[in-house]
């Protein structure tokens, strides 16, 4: 096996993975949809085979259930600090309000005031509210670990798809 990964597309194919795979932990960088599709066009590019359409169900199976766990761990933990849905929709809407105001930060920054505010109007508490937003960070932290470790995974079986047809 003569492999030169510098005469294949390998190495661009890996950075743009890269790239979604600090996204999945960076807030304004797409994450793990970035590496499915990274994936996706290097399949199309160098041809899948067998072994490709292999990696390639693996790798959006993963991608679905990052995206279930995006979304279902950070309400099972604003759930269980009592917040209800419609207090996550206000920290959504903060959130992308935050994120076109301060750069950087202003997605999470937003999201946890909005969830902070619409739980103080809700319970008229600051203890009350401070519990609910705790347990919406706790879940998008949680929920950004396992899309890292998800992208991981992804990247990986990407690695062993284009290492094998090389």
Known sequence: MDLDLFDSWIPVFGLVMGIGLIGT?????????????????????????????????????????????????????????????????????????????????GLPLGGAVGVLLAEYRRTEGWPAAWRSTKGVIVGFGISALVELGVGMVMILTWLVWALAQA
């Open 25 to 105: 932990v960076l807030p304004g960088l797409p994450g793990s949809a970035l590496i499915w599709l990274a994936a996706l066009v290097y399949g199309l590019v160098e041809g899948f085979g067998v072994g490709g359409w292999i990696a390639m169900i693996i790798i959006t199976l993963l991608l679905g259930g990052s995206l279930v766990a995006k979304v279902a761990l950070p309400k099972r933990r604003a759930a269980a600090g009592g917040a209800p849905t419609s207090t996550i929709v206000v920290g959504a809407i903060a959130g992308i309000i935050g994120f076109f105001t301060v750069p950087v930060v």
